[in-house]
Every structure is written in structure tokens, then in C-alpha cells.
């Protein structure tokens, strides 16, 4: 199966969600830190993107 690149962060999202539940924000900025001090701009735009499907599916989660 191959995914794109939507349905990738989609998958990050969720596997953050699965794996870290409510530290999920804070398995994220641990991710940006990093890549930031790295100097990975490519990387930092991508957590912040799952950072945005992890909210997403945070709200979804709260108002079911």
C-alpha cells in the first residue's frame, strides 16, 4: 500500500496519538526541538503539520 503524503501525516498523527496519548504534544515538541537544533527546516514544517492532525484528531476526540 502506498500512502501520500496527506495520508502519511495522517499516520503520524495517529500513531502519536496512539503511542504518547495526552504527552502527544509534548513528544511533538521534543521532535521540533530537535530537528530545530539540527537545523532541519523541512522536518520542523512537517511535525508542525502533524502537530496540526494531532490537534484535529484531539478535538475530534473530545467533542464524541
Not at 16 to 43: C, F, M, T, W
Request: proline share 2%; aromatic share 8%; with cysteine.
Amino acid at each position: 500500500m502506498v500512502l501520500n503524503r496527506e495520508q502519511e501525516l495522517w499516520a503520524v498523527a495517529l500513531w502519536v496519538e496512539k503511542n504518547h496519548g495526552k504527552e502527544g504534544p509534548a513528544y511533538i515538541a521534543q521532535q521540533i526541538e530537535r530537528l530545530s537544533i539540527e537545523g532541519d527546516e523541512a522536518g520542523i514544517a512537517t511535525w508542525k503539520t502533524v502537530a496540526e492532525r494531532f490537534d484535529q484528531l484531539s478535538c475530534q476526540s473530545s467533542t464524541n
